[in-house]
């Protein structure tokens, strides 16, 4: 075989290593929740903020899966009988180098809720559902949670900067810098 066979062949083989996985047998859809309490270390305190993050896996390499943040939902508890008010952005900005949230999983394909409580940098402006309402500019970080002494104070601790200030305001509706949030275990969305 001559060199360039040789190099013809070299470059076939190189083009045909997979890459990911094949989309059947990625995990199924997920939702990462945050609950702020009142009280951050006071599981009975009342909840003030929930986030939902909804996800679904787009690529897999061995254990580590690559997650896209479907949408973002937001929704500040009602006080004294006022509903919920919820803002809702769709694909939010993802600050990482492929806009994807990479988690190296136990098992990639029964992905563990503990393991999606360092949520990557993501920013944006929701809309709110209720249209009478402003829109609401946020970001959110995760952190490694490091428990006090005395322990975690929710089953599933993380740890979040963020902030919500609606677009109109000044005031933000809620921030926190490393502060311990909840995260309720949710079970997979169904397909």
Sequence with gaps: MNSRNQLLLGILVACTVPVGVASATLPGNQTAAFLMHETPSDSLS?????????????????????????????TQAGVGGNQDTVWIEYLPIVSTTDGLWWITHTDPLIPDNAEFSVPPYLSGTATCVDSSIDDLNYFLEGWTYQPPSEGAPYPITASLDYQMILVSASVAK???????????DVPPDSQ
């Design 174 to 184: 809620a921030q926190a810098v490393d502060e311990p949030v909840e995260m309720p």
């Design 46 to 74: 009342p909840v003030t903020f929930t986030v939902d993050l909804d996800l679904k896996a787009v690529d897999m390499v061995g254990s580590d899966v690559a997650w896209q943040v479907a949408s973002i939902s937001l």
